[in-house]
């Protein structure tokens, strides 16, 4: 996989992990900067260390397939959310602050409805409706990341 953004095609697995990989990489190089800077304004500052991860782990239950359904990259997008708001979470210096940090959710996760729901698998609807309550398929942001969600709405 070249990490090719090919909205016409069929989503392969080697291809999303190779975009998950540079997404990671673009976040770790942000994280990394934001805790440099922090430990220069502070000598002893903590920094926090989320466990890294990379596209192959998070496409690992779909690794035997060679392209992905638009539900199936939604759970992986998902599960990608969730590494970023560890990553936020590890940013905020205050532990109350930490504690408190909640996602930003443009609609409430009941009231997100979709014209074909009734075709969305029950096992990734939850993902599906994740995303879509967080303000995906138009994120602000990273463009690798609207590009993805362009494969999960507008494909």
Same mark, same amino acid.
């Given at each position: 996989?070249?990490?090719?953004?090919?909205?016409?095609?069929?989503?392969?697995?080697?291809?999303?992990?190779?975009?998950?990989?540079?997404?990671?990489?673009?976040? &770790?190089?942000?994280?990394?900067?934001?805790?440099? *800077? +922090?430990?220069?304004?502070? /000598?002893?500052? @903590?920094?926090? %260390? $989320?466990?890294?991860?990379?596209?192959?782990?998070?496409?690992?239950?779909?690794?035997?397939?060679?392209?992905?359904?638009?539900?199936?990259?939604?759970?992986?997008?998902?599960?990608?959310?969730?590494? &970023?708001?560890?990553?936020?979470?590890?940013?905020? *210096? +205050?532990?109350?602050?930490? /504690?408190?940090? @909640?996602?930003? %959710? $443009?609609?409430?996760?009941?009231?997100?409805?979709?014209?074909?729901?009734?075709?969305?698998?029950?096992?990734?609807?939850?993902?599906?409706?994740?995303?879509?309550?967080?303000?995906?398929?138009?994120?602000?942001?990273?463009?690798?990341?609207?590009?993805?969600?362009?494969?999960?709405?507008?494909?």
């Amino acid at each position: 996989g070249q990490g090719e953004f090919k909205p016409d095609d069929a989503l392969k697995t080697a291809d999303a992990a190779a975009l998950y990989d540079k997404l990671i990489a673009h976040d &770790k190089a942000q994280q990394a900067a934001k805790d440099a *800077k +922090s430990s220069q304004n502070k /000598k002893n500052a @903590k920094i926090t %260390v $989320v466990k890294d991860v990379t596209g192959e782990e998070l496409l690992a239950p779909f690794k035997n397939q060679k392209t992905l359904t638009r539900e199936e990259f939604a759970q992986t997008v998902a599960e990608y959310l969730a590494y &970023k708001d560890e990553l936020t979470v590890a940013s905020i *210096k +205050s532990k109350t602050k930490a /504690k408190e940090y @909640k996602p930003n %959710v $443009v609609v409430a996760p009941d009231q997100v409805s979709f014209p074909d729901e009734s075709k969305i698998d029950r096992e990734y609807k939850s993902s599906v409706t994740t995303l879509a309550s967080r303000g995906l398929p138009t994120p602000q942001g990273s463009p690798l990341l609207r590009a993805f969600c362009c494969v999960l709405f507008c494909c």
